[in-house]
């Protein structure tokens, strides 16, 4: 695979076994993992392609924002699916989600992470608020879904760029090694499963994510379309995995939308 890259192991136990990968790219350096799977789809590829890199130039994140991280210090990866929509696309976000804390939680320990919604993994010392330590991008290309994200595994010996100086990285707050291939194993079995509790067992999915939701229960303020904002009580996550925001008067379904605790809280 390269200097740097997933070992051969790895590669043939992910290929060969029950997960969703079925081939992996390596990239050294590239521009976007995304954008290379997306090109992957619109060529049609077989699904199951992972795309990784050590690097990237133009890292995307959601609503058109950049993704940043320093070299060789995460995980980055686009997985290109051909998973039906089903009746509520919007659960899908919230299945990748869940499938990043579950497979954090297993390295650096059950309450040291948690969700924003709809899938920002956040992390946590004891003691200490959340931080940003990934963040999701997932994204449709005809029949196809390719589903981004960027973990922020070993942060300790490097500086943040300017637009993550909040955030946090794993091994910051496991205060050891967080081994960024077995992290990605760990992800691609539980993705496997949590995208099959979408299909055929909805309602167990979304108690997993309300479970690791710290959104849940806080004030937060979401920025929506169309430059409106809306500020109250997160409440509940809807079938379709919308956030449900009662502002004192109504209960209100925010679909798409920047979401702000504005409390920061910890675990
Ligand atoms: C966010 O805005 O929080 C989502 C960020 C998603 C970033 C990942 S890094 C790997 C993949 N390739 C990209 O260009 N973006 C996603």
Redesign the pocket.
Known sequence: MGSGGPPEQLVGALVAGPSLVSSVEWHERID????RAREAAEAGAAPGLLVL?DE?T??????G?S?A?PPGTGL???LMLREPAGPNPGVLPLAVGVALAEAAAAHVGDAQVALKWPN?LLAARPGATWA?AA???VEAVGDAVVV???VNVDWRATERPPEAEQAVSLAEVAGRDVDRWRLLAAFCGVLTNRLADRRERPEKLLAAYCDRCATLGQAVAAELPGDRRLTGRAVSVADDGALVVDDGHARHLVHAADVVHVRPAGP
Do not use: E, N
């Open positions: 976007s993992t995304s954008r890199a990237q133009a890292g995307r994140g959601r609503r924002r993704w991280a980055l990866l686009s920002d940003k963040g999701v991008l981004g994200a960027g």
